[in-house]
T-cell receptor, first 111, second 111 residues
Framework: SQQGEEDPQALSIQEGENATMNCSYK?????LQWYRQNSGRGLVHLIL?????REKHSGRLRVTLDTSKKSSSLLITASRAADTASYFC???????????FGKGTLLTVNP | DVKVTQSSRYLVKRTGEKVFLECVQD?????MFWYRQDPGLGLRLIYF???????EKGDIPEGYSVSREKKERFSLILESASTNQTSMYLC??????????FGDGTRLSIL
C-alpha cells in the first residue's frame, strides 16, 4: 500500500516563483526521501531527511519534516523551466528493505 | 556515479509470451527492486531482493517472478504476458538505509 501521499497532485507556476509540495504518511519512519522524475525517465534522488532532523537544504531545495504531524514539505525556490518534472516522496521504515512511494506531484514551470 | 542499466528502453511483446526484463547495477549494492509505474497509481513494488538468491514479494507480485543469481543482476520475468502488464517498469538498487538509484525504465507493451 502507498504510505506517502503528495499534495497537490499537480502544480503549475511561473519561472522564478517558489514551488511547495507536501507529503503525508501514516506510520513511523527512519527517514523520508524526495525524488524527481523527468518525463519517460527513471527517478533521481534529491534529498534525504532523517527522522531526528527538522529541516534540510540542498541548493535551491529545502525540505522540512514534522514527525508529530507525519508530514514533509519540499520547497523549490526560484524555479526554472528545467524543474518541470514529477516529484515523489518515499518513506523508509527502517525495519525492512523497501521504500514506500507516494503517487507524486507533477510540477510544471512555465517560462 | 552509480549506474543502473535496464536492458531495453522499449519492448513490444505478444500475449502469452514469456518476457525477461534485465537490470544490472555496478556498485555492489545488496538490495535491488522492481517497480511498475502506471498513470494515477504511482510506483508499485513488484519484488525485491536483499541478497543473491534471496527475494521477497512486494505489493503486486502476481504474474511475475524474479531471479538474482549474481549480486549485480536482477531479472524480472513475466511468465505469460497479459495486456494488463503493459506498463513502465523501473529497476532500482541501493545499499541498506541509503537512497535508491534507478534505471531509465523499460516501457513494455503487450499486444
Amino acid at each position: 500500500s502507498q504510505q506517502g501521499e503528495e499534495d497537490p497532485q499537480a502544480l503549475s507556476i511561473q519561472e522564478g516563483e517558489n514551488a511547495t509540495m507536501n507529503c503525508s504518511y501514516k506510520t513511523s519512519i527512519n527517514n523520508l526521501q524526495w525524488y524527481r522524475q523527468n518525463s519517460g525517465r527513471g527517478l533521481v534522488h534529491l534529498i534525504l531527511i532523517r527522522s531526528n532532523e527538522r529541516e534540510k537544504h540542498s541548493g535551491r531545495l529545502r525540505v522540512t519534516l514534522d514527525t508529530s504531524k507525519k508530514s514533509s514539505s519540499l520547497l523549490i525556490t526560484a524555479s526554472r523551466a528545467a524543474d518541470t518534472a514529477s516529484y515523489f516522496c518515499a518513506t523508509d521504515g527502517g525495519s525492512n528493505y523497501k521504500l514506500t512511494f507516494g503517487k507524486g506531484t507533477l510540477l510544471t514551470v512555465n517560462p | 556515479d552509480v549506474k543502473v542499466t535496464q536492458s531495453s528502453r522499449y519492448l513490444v511483446k505478444r500475449t502469452g509470451e514469456k518476457v525477461f526484463l534485465e537490470c544490472v547495477q555496478d556498485m555492489d549494492h545488496e538490495n535491488m527492486f522492481w517497480y511498475r509505474q502506471d498513470p494515477g497509481l504511482g510506483l508499485r513494488l513488484i519484488y525485491f531482493s536483499y541478497d543473491v538468491k534471496m527475494k521477497e514479494k512486494g505489493d503486486i507480485p502476481e504474474g511475475y517472478s524474479v531471479s538474482r543469481e549474481k549480486k549485480e543482476r536482477f531479472s524480472l520475468i513475466l511468465e505469460s504476458a497479459s495486456t494488463n502488464q503493459t506498463s513502465m517498469y523501473l529497476c532500482a538498487s541501493r545499499p541498506l538505509g541509503q537512497p535508491q538509484h534507478f534505471g531509465d525504465g523499460t516501457r513494455l507493451s503487450i499486444l
